[in-house]
């Protein structure tokens, strides 16, 4: 069925109201996208949420554990702190590289999309983007780990859990760990808000979103 909007039923026939629809939904996810990014990019964006916060990687829980028996359970701490800060400073520039990606959605799922669930355009936009995105944020998310000392901290605890006898630091992608937990919580944000502008009239910021959203 073809949603409506304030100037009656859009007609999937007609090239106008086809492109309006995929416009609107370009635009509700670079909106969102916005959002999301300003949300995460905050201090404490990552780590004060419970629900997004990037904990110990699950291969090194036993050396945080050891960690903080031997009294160094600040230096834990900040590990996982630096984490979070990394993923924060990275979001700050996720937002040119979502919209590159949203800007190729097609006008072929935009309908499907439309009539879809709460979070269908973001569940379309993960699924088709999510591997290709990941490669173009990730050299972000290194920099943005070498800026808060990441590397430094991971490598001094390393070095101290590798100086006890017997045992051996596990293998660790760091770097994947925390570009996976930074846009996992990015398309989390990213389908909270879309949810929103589908939902919450207030949300519609534009008039085009209006448009498309208003009468569904």
Same mark, same amino acid.
């Given at each position: ?6 100037? #009656?039923?859009? =007609? $999937? ?9 995929? @416009?609107?939904? +370009?635009?509700?996810? %670079? ?39 031997? #009294?160094?359970? =600040? $230096? ?9 800060? @990394?993923?924060? +400073?990275?979001?700050? %520039? ?57 590397? +430094? ?64």
């Amino acid at each position: 069925v073809a949603p409506k909007t304030r100037d #009656g039923i859009l =007609d $999937t026939t007609r090239p106008r109201d086809v492109t309006t629809v995929a @416009a609107g939904l +370009r635009e509700a996810l %670079e909106v969102a996208t916005g959002r999301g990014v300003d949300q995460l990019s905050s201090v404490d964006g990552f780590l004060g949420d419970a629900m997004l916060r990037i904990m110990i990687p699950e291969p090194f829980e036993a050396v945080a554990s050891t960690m903080r028996d031997l #009294g160094l359970g =600040d $230096t834990v701490d900040e590990f996982e702190t630096a984490m979070n800060r @990394a993923a924060e +400073r990275a979001s700050a %520039e996720a937002r040119p590289v979502f919209w590159n990606e949203i800007r190729r959605l097609s006008i072929a799922d935009a309908f499907g999309i439309l009539n879809g669930g709460d979070n269908a355009a973001t569940d379309y936009f993960r699924g088709r983007t999510k591997t290709e995105l990941r490669s173009r944020f990730l050299p972000i998310v290194q920099d943005k780990m070498e800026e808060v000392g990441l590397y +430094r901290i991971y490598g001094d605890l390393a070095d101290r859990y590798n100086a006890i006898p017997f045992v051996t630091t596990p293998a660790l992608d760091l770097d994947a760990h925390v570009a996976d937990g930074a846009l996992n919580g990015l398309f989390s944000v990213l389908g909270k808000e879309e949810a929103r502008i589908r939902q919450d009239p207030v949300a519609r910021s534009t008039e085009l979103l209006r448009r498309v959203f208003g009468s569904r």
